[in-house]
């Protein structure tokens, strides 16, 4: 018997497998895809074409991936009578790295988002959320290119573990009983119930990723934002839980205390800084200061919001890229951001940026760096070329309106 009830497996191709701590990645890797729901198909093809065109221009032909399409959401819903197939995250956890397009989820009713079950069935900590204009981008703020951000944001606690009652229940309403009586904390009574888990484990580890990432890549600063003033046990924990990880690190890092304490106020060459801000000031900052900020590590809840403000000062959600990983396993699912625009479904409309430049982090991710460069480099000149969607072309002067899948074959013209 294969490995899968549901689906053929690829013909060709090998797997990714962790090898002695370090990605081990076949010059066929065999990579699955979800399509995604609404618009997300036609997203996610069209960042096909590019990202395929960018590894055969690349590598002459040497290196290809091997898609392999699964099904999650809407699709596998009509299909199979279920919204995440246990063959899909089969595959993701066998094949370890994978790539999505957006996924539907109601708010309020329905069922629980697809996307936080998918990070914490595989336990993908960290989301990685890189922000950076490109010229001629609309944005609504003067200086956009000042923003060069990597938002950490820990994926698996805080509210978004899903622990939760709804109001007048009677799980919602034995909590409010088991606070008053036994914790002496009075709850009103129509209350719905959340608890905000927070761990050291969880915390350490998302802190202890964003710091390796900085050292690695020449960034100069990690900030840890939180909102620990009020949510002392919990984000409060988390800046305290990310001072002693800095530890760790020795004289490859440097605090702002150690900065005044013992450097004379000036931060030493090739040392990165770690320091950390509150939640509501932090937003001021991205906006006010964006050059002073690096690398962002934040609990989830926290990172959910400043990756998309940062993302609104660089021209939006559309070109918005994001990766989970667990960078312990390998494991790893590089994702869209943005919404699935239902109204925009089939119409070959929605710009393919955030799904194109979530596969630039899965290339980078593969260690195939020359494909990355190039998707980014036809990126830019189809930009400057004022051939966009609809979305940019509104407001860019002079700027030509095209489909998706011709804002695609401009990139590649532009590689």
Known sequence: MGLFKIYPEPKEGQKIEMKKGKLWVP????IPVIYGDG??????????????AAVKKAYGGRKKIVWFPVEAGQEAFNKRGEWMPTDTTTAIKHYLVSIKG???????????SLNVALRQECDLYCCVRPVQ???????????????????????TEDVYAGIEWKQGTPEAQKMIAFLATQMGKKVRA??????????????????????????????RSVTMMHKGNIMKFTEGAFREWGYE??????????????????FGGQKPEGKVLVNDRIADSMFQQILLRPGEYDVIATPNLNGDYISDAA????????????????????????????????????QDKVNPGSFILSGVMMLEYLGWKEAAALVNRGFAGAIKAKRVTYDFARQMEGAEEVKSSEFAQEIIKHM
């Open 27 to 30: 010059d066929k890797p065999i």
């Open 39 to 52: 618009s997300g198909p036609d997203c996610s093809k069209n960042g096909i074409t590019v990202l395929d």
């Open 102 to 112: 957006p996924l539907e989820t109601p708010v309020g009713g329905g069922h629980r």
């Open 133 to 155: 204009w490109f010229e001629g981008v609309p944005n609504p703020v003067k200086e956009p290119e000042k923003l060069d951000v990597v938002v950490f944001r820990e994926n």
């Open 190 to 219: 129509d209350s719905g119930i959340g608890v905000k888990p927070m761990s050291a484990t969880g915390s350490k580890r998302l802190i202890r990723a964003a710091i390796k990432y900085a050292i690695a890549n020449k960034r």
């Open 245 to 262: 990880v800095a530890k760790e690190f020795g004289d490859q890092v440097v605090t702002e205390q150690e900065i005044a304490e013992k």
């Open 311 to 346: 993302a609104a000062q660089v021209g939006g959600l559309g070109i918005a890229p994001g990766g989970n990983i667990n960078y312990d396993t390998g494991l790893a699912v590089f994702e869209a951001t943005h919404g699935t625009a239902p109204k925009y479904a089939g």
